[in-house]
């Protein structure tokens, strides 16, 4: 894991017209899980785009610790070659996923359903999240767990000789939870089946479809899906390209969209439909997003999206559209405030247990840069209008508020500085490198107390 032990704050300034083709790095969810599924597959995975930023390397060397050898070759491609279901070795050391959720999450449940000892840690920000949410449908499965009171990091678990299958439905909407209890049902006998009320992030599903493994996707009366997957399947190895990031493609297209005069595309965009609730927003904003060639790589959408600036009114954002875009809410906020009238954002209670509580986050920064706003347990509100700026955002180690803000920034009448770009290297490496080739401008900032 990298060391954040410096921090490194960043000032964005007002930015002229924005202009240019860019393609952002590949989709974090998709990394993370062709490594994962890789390091059970039979024989050599391919993985070409893969996001070489830190939560996936974390991933990459977490699988190397499991007994998978995971090689990158000179041109950026990866080769994973897996051990099988059930064939991962008990790791000799501590297993450190930095800042990423999603890489421990799923690794718990990759690990559960065999009888090996994990520890695993985090970073200052990822052992305050919340793990119970995964530990306890893997406890029900038969796992042991040693962790610190309400779950958090750093904890060991062990699986059982005979994991038990299970029927689980997901109490938070969240796609690491569903991924979790499917991983560990596939080093399970019988069938394990996770229902979600409302519909995440399908990652999972398809890639292991893609992998030959025996998943059923149904409809609930209630409107929820229903997956059961078959356990112990051979997994065959897969060539895998992996699209480019809706999560990252964000900060771009909200920038072109409120920096006057801009027109710039970006290629290569993942469009699952569980990923473009920002798109679709945005649209209802008033923004010029024109979507072109759009075509299918190993069974997902894909398109150029061409972004052209335009003058966005408030809306209130459906809740049931929060998992489609909730990683996406800090940057609505930004949009939000540019726009004229009011936007609402029921529905974000999620955003609390991120790499920081981002409804706070969000909520002090924008009033730090004269942004109207009221938050509550779950919903955040902001008035847009004029940007005065000129404030320092404090970003608790959190890559999307500091990319945010910076974006901020550029539309701002006074800079906007954030106390440490540092971590946007666990998503999105070359932001800076891209919005500065685009035409913004980022200046590196005075530490608060030099
Ligand atoms: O499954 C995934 O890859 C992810 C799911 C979401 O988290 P939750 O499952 O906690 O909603 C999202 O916020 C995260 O960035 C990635
Ligand atoms: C929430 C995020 O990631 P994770 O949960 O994997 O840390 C994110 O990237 O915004």
Redesign the pocket.
């Known amino acids: 894991m990298a060391s954040h032990a410096t921090a490194r704050p960043l000032t964005a300034v007002k930015s002229g017209p924005l202009s240019g083709r860019i393609r952002v790095p590949g989709d974090?969810?998709i990394s993370?899980r062709a490594l994962m599924l890789g390091a059970l597959a039979v024989g050599e995975t391919v993985i070409t785009g893969l996001l070489e930023a830190e939560d996936v390397m974390n991933t990459a060397a977490a699988m190397r610790a499991f007994g998978a050898t995971v090689l990158r070759d000179d041109d950026g491609t990866w080769r994973v070659r897996g051990l099988g279901v059930g064939g991962l070795l008990e790791p000799a050391g501590i297993i450190d996923f930095g800042n990423a959720?999603?890489g421990v999450r799923l690794t718990m449940g990759l690990a559960a359903a065999q009888p090996i000892a994990v520890t695993f840690t985090g970073d200052a920000s990822l052992i305050k999240r919340p793990m119970g949410r995964v530990l306890e449908p893997l406890s029900e499965m038969g796992v042991e767990v040693i962790a610190r009171s309400g779950g958090r990091l750093p904890l060991t678990m062990r699986g059982p000789r005979l994991p038990l299958p299970i029927t689980y439905r997901l109490p938070v909407?969240?796609?690491?939870?569903k991924?979790a209890v499917l991983l560990a049902g596939l080093g399970t006998p019988g069938v394990t089946t996770v229902i979600e009320p409302v519909f995440?992030?399908d990652?999972t599903e398809r890639m292991l479809k893609g992998f030959g493994a025996d998943i059923e996707i149904t409809s609930e009366p209630d409107g929820g899906r229903r997956i059961a997957l078959a356990g112990r399947p051979e997994l065959k190895p897969q060539a895998i390209d992996v699209p480019s990031d809706p999560?990252s493609a964000a900060f771009p297209i909200v920038a072109a969209t409120l920096v006057e005069g801009s027109d710039i595309t970006v290629e290569g965009v993942l469009m699952n439909p569980a990923r473009i609730g920002l798109i679709d927003t945005l649209l209802e904003m008033g923004a010029n997003i024109e979507v072109t060639a759009e075509r299918t790589t190993g069974g997902e959408r894909l398109a150029d999206l061409r972004v052209r600036h335009a003058e966005l009114k408030g809306v209130t954002v459906p809740a049931e559209r929060a998992?489609s875009m909730?990683?996406e809410y800090p940057i609505l906020a930004v949009a939000a405030a540019a726009a004229s009238g009011e936007t609402r954002m029921p529905g974000i209670g999620?955003m609390r247990v991120?790499e920081s509580d981002r409804l706070a986050a969000v909520a002090a920064g924008l009033r730090a840069n004269g942004i109207a706003c009221s938050e509550g347990p779950d919903w955040l509100s902001v008035r847009g209008g004029r940007i005065a700026g000129g404030g320092r955002v404090v970003t608790h180690l959190d890559h999307r508020i500091a990319m945010s803000f910076l974006i901020l920034g550029m539309v701002a009448g006074n800079p906007v500085s954030v106390d440490d770009a540092s971590m946007i290297a666990t998503s999105f490496p070359t932001f800076e490198a891209l919005m500065t080739g685009l035409g913004a401008t980022f200046e590196a900032a005075e530490a608060a107390d030099a």
């Open positions: 974090k969810s993370h959720g999603t909407p969240s796609a690491q939870v991924s995440t992030r990652h999560s998992p909730i990683d999620e991120k």
